[in-house]
């Protein structure tokens, strides 16, 4: 969940609420949603808060939600935007990967170190959000009076031009550094260079932003030194690059609102999008940025009504409204419908329901008053379920312990330390006519794997359960025995037969260990298990190379072969660090049905 | 006189003249010591004996003892090889010889405190002079070590072993002996004693066990039965038991069951179209990267419905309804059917709304249930790579948000856990979404017991569900540590699990 960093006397500067203690502050603002997580070194509350509301990543987007909490604001807000000088000519050699640009000019700004640094702030923030790590949108901020426009044709206004560069080519001094370098050698060379590479690792030409000066910003990696805002700019220049034209420019509204709410005039850029350039079809080659316009979404009072449970007149639902920062409209019909205009600044308005929400948030969510709903259906288990626990029953009863091992295992676990090879058993063998169990090495089947796993320890999904059930006996040496051991489980292996290319099943398996255990032992239990369910056993001779040769059989249930049952080998043993003999089996839940 | 057989042996067996310890009886009577020790003081009790006890110091060498036993003390070490170095005529650094004589860590310190205190030299501005006329072979506490070794090093009896007192506490402080006491118990017979079996004592004729053949013949009329020591502690027996977290798992079960929930099931390994695109969950949302989920090395899933991936597809793109809006996100269907393990039992409540896992379901209806789910996060003391999840679902005309509270209520309840605080949250797949926060119910602590919400339209909607559909989502290990108190979940689940913590869990209900 994102997490924002707010200084709590700017805060109040912001909202006008001076009087207000810091307690009261982190109180209010739980009630927006925004968890207090701690302090800062430098006296930064920290709050974290759920990513649906991106406008609140920095202080001024915080004191805005306050001020319609409090009441000092009402219904949607839209600053003046001055008509446009500047122009971002987007050229036809801009890589198709990352097409689209957006921007805005906003003057009169006065960058104080807090407000520049929560400026930066609220770009990383976005970057790290909406932006998805810059893949999708990378913002850049330029003090424009380092900018030299370079005017197309005498007497035009001044333009910059997003296009693409050869890797290799021209040169520019990114920030943080002190040397010319091109596009390649900041990937190479720079810290953030080194950081993003991956985002543009690959293309033939990379993004990049020209004045008549030259190279200036090299997005999304990183801006030049030349254009770098300081708290001496008075003027900037946004400008964000990406793969989708409406996020960038959803981006573009939060950092302009920003800006404006801390006295900035933000001025429209041009965007024009060249002949054979990718162009956002939706909304034409030529755009006038930002686009602060207001969307429209019509919602019922009834539908408001039913979701939240309580009786509105509409004149409390337009209040709640006014007081989420939207507006809203209604005409008095015998089906009430409100038109409600919702902020450019808001990015998580995708369904009337979302405005729902909105009243619900605005009335209090606390103050409704829970009932239990009156709609009759019938509870139940299902089958499989009711099985399990059966059989856990019985397991029980004959003095095993009931465990609850991993479902992920390595492929060392699965085989090697139990003498099996993957790929020998299952349906990695079977014929199609018999049961996969039946196929081969019980146990043998193909693995189910990660795809590059992060642990050794976990690359795949367990074959069988007996490898668990002994690398918990491996575990617990040092406890008492007889240590009587079973689980019910979950097991998959590969079988391409399958809806998702995996055969699930559930096993049945238990152990004894114990000095005197044997064959015997286990048989007997597991005799006892079937006369529980009216199964019919039969254990015929087999080998399995988990087991002591002579001491190993099929388990046979109802004339179908669904297990093994044996002494472990004794290599087995020794290889997990056992000391006492260990008789075990496993076999198919589904075979006590 | 009549005694039981075993007082009877222990009698005959002591000695008014000499004190016999309980051991030498015992392999005299070919009775167990602590069968010997319980009859000397039942007689004891007659007064036909006196019991005594004499207490001895015993020594046992620590791991640290024995390692010196071969390496050599650290100082002596120190000493040899600074001697080696020709510190004998001059100081030598210090670094140097730490080096040489191989001594690491905390022995440097051991070293350098008992080398001064011996007398085996001097250290001045980190250089070492060491005494020629030192001699480390005949140090105490050397020559203690060895003779304790030798002796076995363990379970020693201090006053056989010919060492000074004064050197034992050194190695005792030095934590290079451990020293202990053994209590050695002796009988002999008093003058009563004497007097019995002077007299002549018979042995009672007892019956040990109720056989068969006693109950059959009859016998056991005129059987005396041998007294047990009832308030003796006997072995503990040990059946099985369910596991402490299926036990917690079935308790949801009931109460679920009994709420008229119908339980669900379905893959484990599955296509991200159900874990994630029916969800609403867009492409590129952090938590369907890599680094979030397993995703398995299978083939893609073919068999998703084609009419149902498209309008899946329609909501991502466009959104749902006149006045929806989809995600500005790409949209494929490739990566919509790639196999993964589930990251929440979510999908299986998309399968039974959609109808492919039966029927097509109408309201109302109400469907849970409690299995495993797989998440890539750290394993530590509350984080697993697999858990339970508890997830529920109720569809209805016309649910509203107080019914979501009124059943979640219901279900803590029973769980002790009253006054839910519903804090409003967000979902890609709900709205409205609350974060549910209760009382722990010992430590008074309020703690996140769940995430619930109301189905979002763009998520029932391409499921063909047009009526509300409202759920939640708990890890059961979460009730599990509540009702445990459990600290590490890894006790519990998994194969790191401690059988003994499994066998001694409170059974809860």
């Known amino acids: 969940m994102p997490v924002v960093d707010i200084d709590p006397d700017e805060l109040r500067e912001l909202t006008g609420h001076e009087e207000k203690d810091d307690e009261e502050l982190k109180d209010d603002l739980f009630g927006l949603g925004l968890e207090f997580e701690g302090e800062t070194d430098d006296g930064m509350f920290q709050f974290e808060f759920a990513p649906d509301r991106l406008d609140r990543l920095s202080v001024e987007g915080v004191a805005r939600s306050l001020r319609y909490h409090y009441g000092d604001a009402r219904g949607v807000y839209v600053p003046n935007t001055n008509d446009p000088e500047w122009t971002i000519e987007v050229d036809e050699s801009v890589p198709d990967e990352r097409p689209f640009v957006t921007g805005a000019v906003v003057r009169g700004v006065d960058l104080d170190e807090a407000a520049l640094e929560s400026l930066i702030q609220l770009q990383e923030k976005l970057h790290a959000t909406m932006g998805r790590g810059r893949a999708k949108g990378a913002i850049g901020i330029h003090d424009l009076a380092m900018v030299k426009g370079a005017p197309l044709q005498e007497g035009a206004e001044p333009s910059i031009t997003y296009r693409g560069v050869n890797p290799d080519g021209d040169t520019f001094v990114p920030l943080d550094a002190n040397d010319e370098l091109t596009p390649n050698e900041v990937l190479d060379e720079h810290d953030t260079g080194t950081t993003y590479a991956d985002l543009v690792e690959g293309l033939d030409r990379y993004p990049a932003i020209y004045d008549e000066l030259g190279l200036f910003s090299f997005p999304p990696v990183i801006n030049g030194k030349r254009t770098e805002v300081t708290t001496g700019s008075r003027e900037l220049l946004v400008e964000l690059t990406g793969t989708d034209q409406w996020t960038i420019d959803r981006m573009c509204n939060i950092i302009c609102y920003a800006l404006s709410a801390r006295g900035a005039t933000i001025e429209a850029v041009e965007v024009n999008y060249a002949d054979g350039a990718t162009h956002p079809g939706e909304y034409g080659a030529e755009l006038v940025r930002p686009n602060l316009d207001v969307d429209e979404k019509s919602v019922s009072h009834d539908r408001i009504e039913t979701l939240l449970g309580v009786d509105f007149e509409p004149e409390e639902v337009v209040d709640c409204f006014e007081r989420a920062g939207l507006d809203a409209s209604y005409t008095l019909d015998e089906d009430v419908t409100y038109e409600v205009s919702i902020p450019p600044y808001r990015v998580d308005v995708l369904h009337p329901l979302d405005l729902v929400d909105d009243v619900g948030r605005a009335y209090g969510f606390d103050n409704l008053e829970p009932r239990y709903p009156d709609v009759g259906t019938v509870g139940g288990r299902h089958e499989r379920s009711r099985l399990e626990d059966a059989v856990r029953t019985s397991l029980v009863g004959l003095g095993f312990e009931d465990l609850l091992n991993f479902h992920m295992t390595s492929g060392t676990e699965n085989y090697d330390r139990m003498n099996v090879e993957p790929g020998t058993g299952g349906a990695a063998i079977a014929d199609g006519e018999t049961a996969n169990a039946s196929a081969g090495v019980f146990g043998g089947g193909d693995p189910v794997e990660i795809t590059e796993p992060y642990s050794e320890e976990y690359t795949q999904l367990r074959t069988w359960a007996l490898p668990s059930l002994v690398m918990l006996l491996e575990r617990n040496t040092h406890n008492a025995y007889p240590q009587d051991v079973a689980e019910v489980g979950f097991v998959a292996e590969r079988d391409d037969a399958e809806e998702a290319n995996v055969a699930e099943s559930r096993r049945v398996a238990g152990a004894v260990a114990r000095r005197d255990a044997s064959y015997e032992a286990a048989k007997g239990r597991l005799q006892a298990l079937c006369d529980d369910f009216g199964a019919e056993l039969a254990t015929p001779r087999t080998e399995h190379p988990s087991f002591i040769e002579g001491r190993a059989a099929d388990v046979e249930i109802d004339g179908e072969r669904v297990g093994v049952i044996g002494e472990l080998h004794p290599a087995v043993l020794v290889e997990h660090d056992l000391e006492v003999p260990v008789a075990a089996f496993e076999f198919e839940l589904d075979a006590l049905r | ?509």
């Not at chain 2, 007299?199 to 009329?221: D, F, H, K, M």
């Not at chain 2, 179209?273 to 369907?288: E, G, S, T």
């Not at chain 2, 995703?295 to 597809?313: F, H, N, Q, S």
């Not at chain 2, 790639?338 to 109302?364: C, D, K, N, W």
Request: net charge negative; with cysteine.
């Open chain 2, 1 to 509: 006189m009549r005694l039981p057989e075993r007082q009877l042996a222990v009698l005959e067996a002591a000695s008014a003249t000499d004190e016999r310890t309980v051991a030498e009886i015992a392999a005299e009577t070919d009775l167990k010591p602590e069968t010997v020790a319980g009859a000397a003081f039942d007689l004891a009790d007659e007064g036909l004996v006196e019991v005594g006890s004499a207490t001895d110091e015993t020594l046992e060498l620590t791991d640290e003892g024995r390692t010196y036993v071969e390496a050599g003390l650290p100082e002596t070490r120190l000493y040899r090889a600074g001697l080696d170095a020709g510190a004998d005529a001059e100081p030598v650094s210090m670094g140097a010889v730490i080096g040489e004589a191989g001594l690491d860590g905390p022995e440097v310190d051991i070293a350098l405190a008992n080398f001064a205190r011996k007398g085996f030299g001097s250290v001045d501005g980190g250089e070492l002079s060491v005494d020629p006329d030192a001699d480390p072979d005949t140090d105490p506490e050397a020559t203690a070590l060895a003779a304790l070794a030798d002796a076995g090093g363990a379970g020693l009896d201090a006053d056989a072993l010919d060492v000074d007192e004064a050197v034992i506490d050194q190695l005792d402080s030095r934590g290079l002996v451990a020293v202990g006491e053994s209590v050695t118990r002796t009988v002999r017979l008093t003058d009563d004693g004497v007097d019995a079996l002077m007299t002549g004592v018979e042995a009672t004729e007892t019956v040990g066990a109720l056989t068969p053949e006693l109950l059959a013949s009859g016998e056991w009329r005129d059987a005396e039965f041998a007294e047990y020591n009832v308030e003796a502690d006997a072995e503990t027996a040990r059946g099985g038991r369910k596991h402490v977290l299926r036990r917690t798992a079935d308790r949801v079960k009931d109460v679920l069951v009994g709420m008229g929930f119908q339980e669900m099931e379905g893959p484990h390994a599955d296509a991200d179209f159900w874990i994630n695109d029916c969800l609403f969950m867009p492409q590129d949302h952090p938590a369907r990267t890599h680094w979030d989920r397993f995703a398995l090395d299978v083939d893609p899933m073919e068999g998703i419905p084609d009419e149902l991936m498209a309008r899946v597809e329609a909501a991502h793109r466009d959104g749902w309804g006149v006045d929806g809006d989809g995600y500005h996100s790409p949209w494929s269907a490739d990566f919509a059917r790639e196999v993964a393990l589930r990251g929440h039992t979510t999908s299986l409540s998309m399968r039974y709304l959609s109808g492919i896992a039966g029927a097509e379901l109408g309201p109302p209806q109400r469907y849970f249930s409690v299995e495993k789910v797989y998440r890539n996060d750290t394993l530590d003391p509350t984080h697993l790579l697999e858990f339970f999840q508890i997830e529920g679902w109720v569809m209805a005309e016309d649910l509203s948000v107080r019914d979501l509270m009124g059943t979640f209520e219901e279900f803590y309840r029973q769980f002790g856990i009253t006054d839910i605080r519903f804090k409003p949250h967000y979902n890609p797949y709900t709205e409205p979404s609350f974060e549910l926060f209760g009382e722990h119910p010992e430590t008074g602590e309020e703690i996140e017991i769940g995430n619930s919400g109301v189905f979002r339209e763009e998520v029932t909607g391409p499921l063909g569900v047009d009526c509300d559909v409202m759920a939640w989502g708990l890890a059961l290990e979460r009730l599990a540590m509540l009702t445990t108190g459990a600290e590490d979940i890894r006790d519990l689940h998994g194969t790191l699990a401690d059988i003994d913590f499994l066998r001694n869990a409170e059974v809860s209900y």
